[in-house]
């Protein structure tokens, strides 16, 4: 099928090359010239397990081109894809500005009917806004031209993108028309082969599926770090009670992990999204409400500990952080509990030297050149000369470090780990202080 899909960030350029690899014939739009160039150059602008020779391969092979030309996007696909950025506006409400510019574009040059998919997380009622929003340009236009608009929310994760538009544990379709449904059913048909995937639903049902997922998993979190302070406070242990309840199939061991919070370019957002959707129906979204503060205070967390162990005094200290983005596999940093760390370390006078295996180039675009931010080259190298090791982000190079050269090499033997990786019984007897999250126990 001829698909043409708008926004080639994280989730557009993933479906895209995932749609070409079927042989689907993709053609990809963005406003970004750098990106659309560099793509072309079999560059790839993020980083994505498997991502760079599945868009090489369909590129070469013609299934998946790149454009700025809005209009040759409109007129190739019978399919339009809508998946540009949704970000916050001023009071965290999703600020469609970037879906309804699309809207717009496609109104304006199509020329047969087409079946308008928003991929983009959106509030509910957004398909009718989209639709209203290219009703009018075409009645401007003075042509009548048939148009469905569906949602079809993404559920990938980033750091296994590709897995999971590969294979896919549902697909959500809102729609109401057969004819869209039919043609989303075409499209596909390639990823509902072993069983049914396909979730056909109401649209207004369809855009909020996205939210409820991703409130429900930010809130397993939250719950989670929340049991975590108890913890702390109580002299228990997390990891031991997460063990002990995640053995409960009910709730199972998936996504209860503790930690120094959620980041990324999904959780903070769309709970803030949910929380102004629901308050503009006049609904108090106490729980949801509640995520956000745990989490707002979670982040903090490393940094409350960092503080107290040097009485207050961070002035001129190393911190060696190991784990910039977000979560691991990815090097994505919006909203990652590392920026939270650095910013807060450096208002109090302190020296960051930084390692992640994939985001450094994002740090520098990010904070650029500064004297207090060591960018190094290896995870060992970021110890040197430091006072003490903090961990953010849980990446399998950081799971089995080298304690002995850990302790030798920091002014002071201390971890700060905010993805509990290490054990605090094997720690403490190497000699090597430790502070978790929720590891109450007084080791
Ligand atoms: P992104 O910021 O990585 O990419 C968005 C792209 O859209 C950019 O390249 C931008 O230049 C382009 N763009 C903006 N306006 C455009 C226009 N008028 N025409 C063409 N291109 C335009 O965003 P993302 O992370 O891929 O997220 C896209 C949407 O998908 C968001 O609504 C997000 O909430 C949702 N989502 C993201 C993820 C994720 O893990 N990143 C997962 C599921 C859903």
């Known amino acids: 099928m001829d698909v043409t899909v708008f926004g080639i960030g994280y989730v557009g350029l993933v479906q895209a090359a995932v749609l070409a690899e079927v042989g689907h014939e993709v053609v990809c739009v963005d406003i970004n010239a750098e990106r659309v160039e560099s793509l072309k150059k079999g560059i790839i602008p993020i980083y ?25 996007g409109v007129k190739h696909g019978k399919i339009q894809f809508i998946a540009v950025g949704t970000p916050p506006d001023e009071d965290g409400s999703a600020d469609l500005q970037y879906v309804l510019a699309v809207a717009k574009t496609i ?14 997380t959106v509030p509910v009622g957004t398909a009718d806004k989209v639709a209203e929003c290219i009703a009018a340009i075409l009645k401007a236009r003075g042509v009548s031209l048939d148009f469905d608009v569906v949602s079809n929310p993404e559920f990938l994760k980033e750091g296994a993108a590709v897995a999971d538009c590969q294979r896919p544990d549902r697909i959500v379709i809102g729609t109401d028309s057969a004819v869209a449904e039919n043609k989303m059913r075409e499209l596909y048909a390639p990823f509902n082969r072993n069983h049914e ?6 649209v207004r049902s369809a855009e909020l599926t996205k939210y409820a997922a991703n409130c429900m998993l930010a809130t397993k979190i939250s719950f989670m770090n929340e049991m975590a302070n108890l913890a702390e406070k109580l002299g228990a242990d997390i990891e031991k009670v997460r063990l002990g309840i995640g053995s409960d199939p009910r709730i199972g061991y998936h996504f209860i992990y503790p930690g120094c919070g959620y980041g990324g370019s999904c959780f903070p957002k769309d709970v803030q999204a949910l929380v102004r959707t629901a308050e503009k129906v006049g609904y108090t979204p106490e729980l949801l409400r509640s995520v956000e503060a745990v989490n707002g205070r979670q982040k903090e967390k490393l940094f409350n500990h960092l503080q107290s162990y040097f009485n207050g005094d961070l002035a001129g200290k190393r911190i060696a952080l190991w784990g910039l983005s977000f979560k691991p596999n990815t090097d994505d940093m919006r909203d990652a509990s590392s920026r939270v760390l650095m910013e807060n370390l450096w208002a109090a006078g302190a020296i960051v030297q930084a390692y992640d295996p994939e985001a450094m180039n994002e740090t520098q675009r990010i904070y650029g050149t500064r004297s207090d931010l060591n960018l190094m080259g290896t995870k060992e190298s970021a110890l040197n000369g430091a006072d003490a090791l903090a961990v953010c982000t849980e990446w399998n190079a950081f799971k089995a470090p080298d304690f002995d050269l850990i302790k030798e090499t920091l002014n002071h033997a201390v971890i700060f780990d905010g993805r509990n990786l290490y054990d605090p019984a094997i720690l403490e007897a190497q000699g090597i202080a430790y502070y978790g999250i929720g590891r109450g126990r007084s080791y």
Do not use: C, H, W
């Not at 009917?113 to 928003?118: E, F, T």
């Not at 995937?197 to 109401?202: A, G, Q, R």
């Open 48 to 72: 994505e397990p498997g991502l760079t020779p599945l868009v090489q391969r369909n590129y070469e092979a013609g299934r998946l081109q790149f454009t700025t030309d809005a209009e040759f």
């Open 107 to 120: 109104a304006t040059y199509m020329e047969t009917p087409k079946v308008v998919v928003d991929k983009s």
């Open 197 to 202: 995937k396909l979730i056909v639903m109401d």
